[in-house]
């Protein structure tokens, strides 16, 4: 079936530093890619999105870029600071209302 | 936090019971989402309801039931025949479809 998948699973950088999380998914027909954000024990925070007719977006110091052609998504962080530590997690929609998730990274920033 | 919560935050039932934990939004959304994380998985979606009265099974329904008799409030019911209840559950909604959902803060179920 239609599945997201996304590396790395752990990742730690220096404050200061830039951080790339990469998706990929398996259903060609999703068009809409939200990316969220989960601190302990907290909800889920939508942080930035992109549909499959923009290539890129921007959001401060949060990016993402979406190859339709290839199937991956990825998240950007630069200048990373030691309050971006969470869990990101990259999903797919499928038929406009499935939608399916990866299984998460854990961003580590170091001060 | 307003918006859209759940409650309570943390829930204990002994197996075999059933338990209904509840999610109610303010927002005025028309779609209400269920989704199931376990420990270091993504989340899964349980059930989903696009509008009133109308509900549909996502990808692990088997032993869950849902209604939505009101557009606030979609209520997910763990049954005794869900194998493996605990986990944490959250409850979304949005505008319309799924773009943009907003999370609650989430039910702990622990069932022993």
């Known amino acids: 079936g239609e599945n997201v998948e996304q590396h790395p699973s752990t990742l730690s950088v220096q404050e200061g530093d830039s951080a790339v999380i990469k998706c990929t998914y398996s259903?060609?027909?999703?068009?809409?890619f939200p990316w969220y954000k989960q601190e302990l024990g907290k909800r889920p925070q939508l942080i930035i999105d992109?549909?499959?007719?923009?290539g890129e977006k921007k959001d401060q110091r949060i990016a993402v870029t979406l190859n339709k052609t290839a199937k991956h998504f990825s998240l950007h962080i630069t200048e990373t600071q030691p309050e971006d530590s969470a869990v990101y997690f990259c999903?797919?929609?499928?038929?406009?209302?499935?939608?399916?998730f990866g299984a998460g990274t854990r961003l580590t920033v170091k001060p | 936090d307003g918006g859209i919560t759940q409650s309570p935050k943390y829930l204990f039932r002994k197996e075999g019971q059933n338990v209904t934990l509840s999610c109610e939004q303010n927002?005025?959304?028309?779609?209400m989402y269920w989704y199931r994380q376990d420990p270091g998985q993504g989340l899964r979606l349980i059930y989903y309801?696009?509008?009133?009265?109308?509900?549909q099974k996502g990808d692990i329904a088997e032993g869950y039931s849902v209604s939505r008799e009101k557009k606030e409030s979609f209520p997910l019911t763990v049954t005794s025949a869900q194998k493996n209840p605990t986990a944490f559950y959250l409850c979304?909604?949005?505008?319309?479809?799924?773009?943009?959902?907003?999370f609650g803060p989430g039910t702990r179920l622990t069932v022993t």
């Open positions: 309801s696009q509008i009133v009265n109308d509900f």
């Open positions: 979304a909604s949005s505008m319309t479809k799924a773009y943009e959902q907003y």
């Open positions: 927002l005025n959304h028309d779609a």
């Open positions: 992109i549909r499959s007719n923009v």
């Open positions: 259903d060609s027909a999703s068009n809409y």
């Open positions: 999903a797919a929609l499928y038929n406009n209302n499935d939608m399916r």
